[in-house]
């Protein structure tokens, strides 16, 4: 018989997942909370502690975790029942069959292992999407009875903001990979080809590398910075802003990057390299000592100093891992500290009308001494 101790799922090792659940666990006691349910369909909040992700358009999973024992594992669909058994490290795995029976056999656990009048904390999303059915949490709220429903969806955040050793290096395969597709995309963005056929490029290598899914925008940077694609044809002398998150083994890196179908003005190789001079003043404030705030204002501060702040467009970064995006947000306002583990996108955009735009920026990995690039990203337009 095979050593269930030494089984892993997507690289992650069942020791992990169970100290994942133990601090889990002294959370719930620290709240007095006397099970914990969790309900996920496309974010990671479930998969974070179970290993298991629905990965179906209809299919969503529910967590119930009591103060002891091995919590269960809850999926819709009876089909995806040895998928989910293969995934994850628990032993108790069902299928309830449809909206009503996760809320069925959810109360059945919890009449097994909880008080009738006990605090049950809710987790059905994050602070980017609240995945949880405004029926279903009517049904489950109905059916606990006396118990109270409280919901902690910053639990599981505050965990996941620090990676561990094994994350890590999930997410710099995922880096690589992300690299890879952006490679293929660079190649394909020529003058006469379709945006579609440019992420289509893009795609085929990821999927061919193990990407589980791509996220894709790509958008004639003189018009706007972020779109999806579309059959538009790209034209001679044009400047494009494409973008890719890449998840791997679970886990999302993300890059940006732009292309030009022709020879760049100087005004346009200016704004990449002022772009690109905020991203590196950016990776070098994400340090431990600094605060999250701190990442921001350097990159802004750069903007400034260089006369292109005017032209600043969308935001300055976000977390990422299990889901893209992730907390924490790159704000100049964010007193979040930088810690080791952490794992940040940053990318300063810029944007002027008549002229274009860029992204310029990728993923990068905190440590004890400052922040590693995951992606090899360039140093001109």
């Known amino acids: 018989m095979p050593d269930d101790s030494a089984r892993t799922c997507e690289g992650i090792s ?10 889990t666990r002294q959370v719930m006691a620290r709240m007095e909370l006397g099970a914990l349910v969790i309900y996920s369909w496309k974010r990671g909040q479930v998969r974070y502690l179970s290993g298991y992700k629905p990965d179906y358009v ?3 999973a529910m967590l119930v975790i009591l103060p002891e024992g091995e919590p269960s594992l809850l999926v819709r669909f009876p089909f995806d029942l040895e998928r989910a058994r293969k995934m994850s490290w628990l032993q108790d795995v069902r299928a309830s069959g449809n909206l009503e029976g996760l809320v069925r056999d959810c109360c059945a656990i919890l009449d097994r292992g909880s008080p009738s009048n006990a605090s049950v904390g809710l987790i059905g999303g994050d602070s980017v999407v609240d995945e949880l059915p405004h029926s279903l949490h009517e049904m489950l709220s109905q059916a606990l009875g006396g118990r109270k429903l409280v919901p902690v969806p910053h639990i599981l955040e505050q ?3 620090r990676k561990s050793a094994a994350e890590a290096t999930l997410m710099r395969e995922s880096a690589r990979v992300a690299d890879a597709a952006l490679a293929a995309a660079r190649s394909a963005a020529q003058a ?3 945006e ?3 992420i289509a490029a893009a795609e085929a290598t ?9 996220l894709s925008v790509i958008a004639p940077a003189a018009q706007e910075l972020i779109r999806p694609p579309e059959e538009r044809r790209l034209g001679e002398g044009e400047i494009l802003v494409a973008e890719f998150a890449v998840q791997v083994n679970g886990y999302f890196t993300q890059v940006p990057s732009v292309f030009h179908t022709g020879t760049p003005s100087a005004e346009q190789r200016e704004m990449y390299s002022v772009a690109y001079a905020g991203y590196l003043a950016g990776v070098r404030a994400a340090r431990p000592g600094n605060t ?7 990159e802004l501060t750069v903007l400034e100093d260089a ?8 935001d300055l970064g976000h977390g990422d891992g299990l889901d893209h995006p992730e907390l924490p947000a790159v704000t100049p306002e964010s007193e979040v500290p930088v810690e080791p583990g952490m794992v940040l996108c940053i990318h300063p955009g810029l944007h002027k009308p008549g002229v274009g735009g860029v992204f310029v920026g990728g993923t990068v990995l905190v440590e004890s001494d400052g922040a590693i690039p995951l992606h090899q990203v360039a140093p001109e337009l």
Do not use: F
């Not at 069942?14 to 601090?23: D, M, P, S």
């Not at 061919?208 to 899914?213: I, N």
């Not at 006369?307 to 969308?314: D, K, T, V």
């Open 307 to 314: 006369g292109w702040l005017r032209w600043h467009a969308y």
């Open 196 to 198: 579609y056929e440019v």
């Open 159 to 161: 965990l996941r903001l």
């Open 14 to 23: 069942k020791q992990e997942y169970q100290t994942r659940l133990q601090a």
């Open 292 to 298: 999250i705030g701190d990442v921001a204002r350097a």
């Open 192 to 194: 006469g080809h379709s």
């Open 58 to 60: 209809a299919n969503v």
């Open 206 to 214: 990821a999927r061919a590398m193990g990407a589980e899914e791509m």
